[in-house]
């Protein structure tokens, strides 16, 4: 496979997985295994065409919270997603201070995905039959920020699904509410971890990689993360997340199989 081919899958990978709740540290991790391990540098490029993507879904959303701060309603919500970002930096950093973290490797990244997988069936039942809520209280705001936190420490975890169901246990039972409030969250959140990781790749003095592969990278994870997200959107306005349950359950069994 040509590496302009290489680069536009790992692009669809990462675009595809980042914003569903099936892990995108997962399918890089396994993409990588096929086609060949890419530079942190590229990683970071690739990720923050992703982030890209959701910022502008939600531009008008945004710019509402900054204009219209005087409004009770957008200045009560940007102060609930800077709660939960906020916890999430500070479990973050304690986190990485600690060690607390997994080997990206596909066991762990495969028992993760199956887990998670068993969680969604189990939240999905739990809030099956409960009174639709789109409220987004302080209680919801600390879940999702935690629930982040788990997403670091432990990779195939997935942070949009961490998120999102993190969400509709704390009451957020409505599930486009639930992804709009896990995106809009994960856009600093994101931003701060592409950061973190742009600087430890200058430190080790930007491994070799083209200025050429890392834009083509960028552009198709934006592309392929706004499709993905604005039908993440539609999708679960009249659907559950089941399907992406027995999505992880169903590759992470394959991958432990793999491995043996």
């Given amino acids: 496979m040509?590496?302009?081919?290489?680069?536009?899958?790992?692009?669809?990978?990462?675009?595809?997985?980042?914003?569903?709740?099936?892990?995108?540290?997962?399918?890089?991790?396994?993409?990588?295994?096929?086609?060949?391990?890419?530079?942190?540098?590229?990683?970071?490029?690739?990720?923050?065409?992703?982030?890209?993507?959701?910022?502008?879904?939600?531009?008008?959303?945004?710019?509402?919270?900054?204009?219209?701060f005087n409004e009770a309603e957008h200045r009560d919500y940007l102060a609930k997603l800077t709660l939960a970002f906020v916890i999430t930096v500070i479990g973050g950093f304690t986190a990485k201070q600690l060690g607390l973290a997994l080997p990206e490797t596909v066991a762990p990244v495969a028992l993760a995905l199956i887990i998670g997988g068993v969680v969604i069936l189990l939240v999905e039942r739990f809030v099956a039959g409960k009174p639709v809520s789109t409220d987004v209280t302080w209680s919801v705001a600390c879940w999702v920020g935690a629930s982040q936190i788990l997403a670091a420490v432990f990779p195939g975890t997935s942070r949009s699904a961490a998120t999102i169901f993190a969400a509709m246990l704390a009451g957020l039972t409505s599930r486009p509410a639930a992804a709009e409030f896990a995106f809009l969250v994960g856009i600093p959140t994101m931003f701060a971890a592409t950061g973190y990781e742009l600087l430890k790749a200058r430190e080790a003095g930007f491994e070799n990689e083209s200025g050429s592969a890392i834009a083509l990278g960028f552009i198709v994870s934006a592309i392929v993360a706004f499709i993905a997200v604005k039908w993440l959107l539609h999708y679960v306005q009249t659907h559950r997340f089941t399907v992406f349950a027995w999505y992880r359950i169903v590759a992470g069994v394959a991958l432990l199989t793999l491995v043996r």
């Fill in 2 to 68: 040509s590496e302009t081919l290489q680069i536009i899958v790992l692009g669809i990978v990462e675009g595809i997985t980042e914003f569903l709740p099936i892990s995108s540290t997962g399918h890089l991790l396994i993409a990588e295994h096929w086609l060949g391990r890419r530079s942190d540098l590229f990683n970071v490029g690739i990720q923050a065409g992703a982030i890209l993507a959701v910022v502008v879904i939600f531009w008008q959303r945004l710019l509402n919270m900054l204009l219209r």
